[in-house]
């Protein structure tokens, strides 16, 4: 490397300059005193860019009100935050429910964007009533879903999302909760469930009980708002991608499985208070899936491995509940399979 390259190196810039008045806008307030500090040392040779303002640097922002709006299958959520300073906001930001907790859009908006909510929503969308809660409450919601969507979701790089998803960081970060510990549905409140359904519905048989045990397996396991709280989505999640994976079905749970759901959906969402009104749509997305759920259903390049292993274990003639017969057909199994890859 030139002598005049390593000097360029530490020779301030304007472009610097401005990456540390950006950065200074969306820090932590414990390093806002020390980027504007910087900020003052360098402006001392190099010029501010035009947008910046010496408040811009030292003042804290401050949360003074907070909302949170839920649709009626509490599937979305979007929390808005009003912020006072030298340029009053509103930051908002879109939780999406379905398939594990995920921001969908972040966005700085005009203030009191949350005294307009309800004009703002369009005609025919999904209710979603909004209610008014403390600051650090939905500052902690915030920094859980940022989180989350960091850790579980392919990175998003679009250039706007990237810019508000630092500033959304930078104004929750301290309220980072720890993370929550999902707790399993005590077996007695299991039991209820199920037999509150199947005495409901006048279901006495086997085949129904089972698809009830599964329905709330899936419940559980992956509705984030709980097990009962169904939307669209799920379905189309459950029909399209679990059950195919996850699922054996035998031809009488197959036949069942259809009229068994609609039956559990509708069960599911009276038991939440639901308006039928939103229940119908829930219930109507088991005919918009069903095709796909066959086509993937019989296409084992869909299924995982614990479903590969055990079709071909009942293929075999085994009795899935007996640990001994599962533990020799799998070792079986394996050896045949490694065999085939040995032979030249």
């Not at 000097?7 to 610097?16: C, L, M, N």
């Not at 910046?52 to 922002?61: F, I, L, N, P, V």
């Not at 409450?137 to 990175?155: K, Q």
Request: charged letters at 25%; glycine letters at 4%; hydrophobic letters at 45%.
């Amino acid at each position: 490397m030139h002598g005049g390259d390593r000097q360029g190196i530490h020779t301030p810039a304007p472009h610097g300059l401005a990456a540390i008045a950006a950065l200074a806008r969306v820090a932590p307030a414990t390093d806002i005193t020390m980027l504007a500090e910087t900020i003052d040392i360098l402006a001392e040779t190099q010029p501010l860019p035009p947008w910046h303002t010496a408040m811009s640097a030292d003042t804290a922002w401050t949360a003074v009100a907070a909302w949170r709006a839920v649709d009626v299958w509490d599937s979305e959520q979007v929390l808005l935050i009003d912020y006072d300073g030298p340029h009053p906001h509103t930051l908002m930001a879109q939780v999406r429910k379905p398939g594990g907790l995920m921001i969908g859009k972040i966005a700085i908006l005009e203030p009191g964007t949350a005294a307009q909510w309800d004009q703002l929503r369009e005609v025919g969308e999904v209710p979603m009533p909004i209610s008014q809660a403390p600051v650090a409450d939905v500052l902690a919601d915030l920094a859980d879903v940022l989180r989350t969507t960091d850790i579980t979701w392919p990175r998003n790089d679009d250039e706007n999302f990237v810019d508000n998803r630092a500033l959304a960081w930078s104004r929750c970060r301290d309220h980072l909760p720890d993370w929550p510990e999902r707790d399993s549905l005590p077996e007695a409140e299991r039991h209820r469930l199920i037999q509150q359904f199947i005495t409901a519905n006048n279901l006495d048989d086997e085949v129904s009980r089972s698809l009830a045990e599964l329905f709330l397996d899936y419940g559980e396991g992956y509705i984030v708002s709980g097990p009962l709280a169904w939307s669209p989505a799920e379905v189309m999640l459950l029909l399209t991608d679990w059950l195919p994976r996850k699922a054996i079905l035998d031809a009488a749970q197959r036949t069942a499985l259809p009229n068994a759901l609609r039956q559990w959906l509708t069960y599911a969402l009276e038991q939440r208070g639901s308006d039928p009104r939103w229940i119908a749509p829930v219930v109507d997305a088991v005919d918009d899936h069903l095709r796909e759920f066959r086509q993937a259903f019989d296409d084992d390049i869909s299924w995982g491995p614990a479903k590969q292993i055990a079709t071909a274990l009942t293929d075999r003639g085994v009795d899935l509940t007996d640990r001994q017969a599962v533990d020799d057909a799998i070792r079986a199994l394996n050896a045949e399979r490694l065999a085939r890859r040995l032979l030249p």
